[in-house]
């Protein structure tokens, strides 16, 4: 048991925890596992694919800290920011949202909060990504009609290339540019 206890004591100021039973090493579940887990930046060696040019530098070599942060002292270049600050987006894999966050170099970068279930699809509604249960987002009701806030353009839902549902329209001609919508049927009138 004596010479377990230098390495649980050292295991201990380290973050991890030692059992004694069968000496066993338990290890903190989230950082330090070498994976990039929610709420992580990184988790040596993994850089979640970040590099200092990802970043904003223009070169030099991204490390990790011991507290799953990016640590960009051995990157180089001035800040080359990589999006608008408080932009968000779905990933192009669609099981994410991208947010555009200032960076402890003071760059913007983007960080990643991966869809989980029960909402495992990243969909845009009114402008704004968010986690849904379902693929597309739930826009509209196919063939559903209506006329454009604008007051001048009538719409259908239709299906995108994606299959989902979508508004698509066309502008009243300008002799009758009011748009109307009556029992399901559109019309255009002068006033």
């Known amino acids: 048991m ?14 991890a925890a030692c059992e004694d039973d069968e000496y066993q090493w338990h290890f903190d579940p989230v950082c330090g596992n070498g994976a990039v887990d929610d709420g992580e930046e990184c ?5 979640g694919g970040e590099t200092c040019e990802s970043l904003g530098f223009t070169g030099g070599i991204l490390g990790c800290t011991l507290a799953c942060t990016f640590k960009t002292t051995g990157c180089t270049g001035g800040c080359t920011d990589a999006c608008e ?45 968010m986690c849904h249960d379902e693929p597309c987002a739930p826009v509209c009701t196919l063939n559903d009609r209506r006329c454009n806030e604008d007051g001048r353009t009538r719409e259908i839902c239709g299906e995108d290339p994606d299959g989902c549902p979508r508004w698509s329209g066309s502008p009243c001609p300008e002799e009758t540019p009011v748009c109307r919508v009556e029992d399901g049927a559109f019309s255009c009138s002068a006033f």
Do not use: M, Y
């Open 43 to 47: 988790d040596a060696p993994s850089l």
């Open 85 to 129: 600050a408080g932009r968000a987006r779905c990933r192009s894999t669609a099981d994410a949202i991208e947010s555009c966050v200032i960076g402890e170099n003071g760059c913007t970068q983007w960080w990643t909060t991966a869809c989980a279930d029960p909402t495992p699809h990243c969909v845009t509604l009114d402008g704004a990504p």
């Open 2 to 15: 004596q010479k377990f206890l230098p390495i649980c004591l050292c295991l201990l100021l380290t973050g």
